[in-house]
């Protein structure tokens, strides 16, 4: 499994080598193995940031019986109720194996702590407990950041990989907005009649989206 992490510290994208069973970069002692991140996809390639996979393992250091029910998608796979940040690779759903007050404590230990950015509230969903990193409020539906040549990250690793299954010229996933997307890019904004400036910003995201996820029929209302 090739497993690329965004360093926000560094600016570099670094790329691992791992077995399923393997522990993901940054977590100890195998309590977050690839098995689990992936929780079911069948892919072999995937993409997290350090800071997410820090503040997981310091969650599984508390808990480390917490199981993972959803995490890792590809920008083309399924989603569930419109969770578009498991596409980003810094999103994760679980702990159904725990009790609920455990979840609870959980929860708070993890917002007093400051471990994630987003942490879903259990009163809407007791049996689940949802947290999340770096999701943009760009746009309500599709909560990826605006993106432009000399971007990097894992936004930019959902757009390739979402241009690839388009059947755009996309000749590798390596998380960096360079001149070849800017012009794949553009020629999509050309297919789908947008304003053609190699800018993927909110319009271009749903557009994205609408295509690989055709089931969402929010996507389809928020068009004119």
């Not at 796979?77 to 980003?88: A, C, P, R, S």
């Amino acid at each position: 499994m090739i497993i690329y992490v965004w360093n926000e510290t560094s600016g570099a994208i670094e790329k691992y080598v791992r077995c399923l069973d393997e522990a993901m970069p940054y977590t100890h002692g195998c309590r977050m193995t690839v098995r689990n991140f992936l929780s079911g996809v069948k892919t072999n390639v995937m993409w997290t940031t350090k800071r997410f996979l820090v503040s997981i393992n310091q969650m599984l250091e508390q808990c480390p019986t917490f199981n993972v029910r959803v995490g890792f998608r590809r920008g083309w796979q399924e989603v569930e109720n419109g969770q578009y940040t498991q596409k980003l690779g810094t999103a994760l759903a679980g702990g159904s194996n725990l009790s609920y007050p455990k979840r609870v404590r959980l929860a708070r230990q993890a917002e007093a702590e400051e471990w994630f950015d987003w942490i879903g509230a259990l009163d809407h969903t007791p049996w689940l407990l949802q947290v999340s990193q770096d999701a943009s409020d760009d746009c309500d539906l599709v909560p990826f950041a605006t993106l432009k040549k000399g971007a990097k990250g894992t936004t930019v690793f959902v757009l390739q990989d979402c241009l690839w299954y388009l059947g755009y010229s996309i000749c590798q996933l390596n998380g960096e907005f360079d001149e070849t997307l800017e012009q794949e890019v553009c020629q999509f904004q050309c297919n789908q009649g947008l304003p053609t400036d190699g800018i993927c910003g909110p319009d271009t995201w749903i557009a994205i989206m609408r295509l690989v996820h055709p089931e969402d029929k929010r996507l389809d209302a928020s068009i004119d």
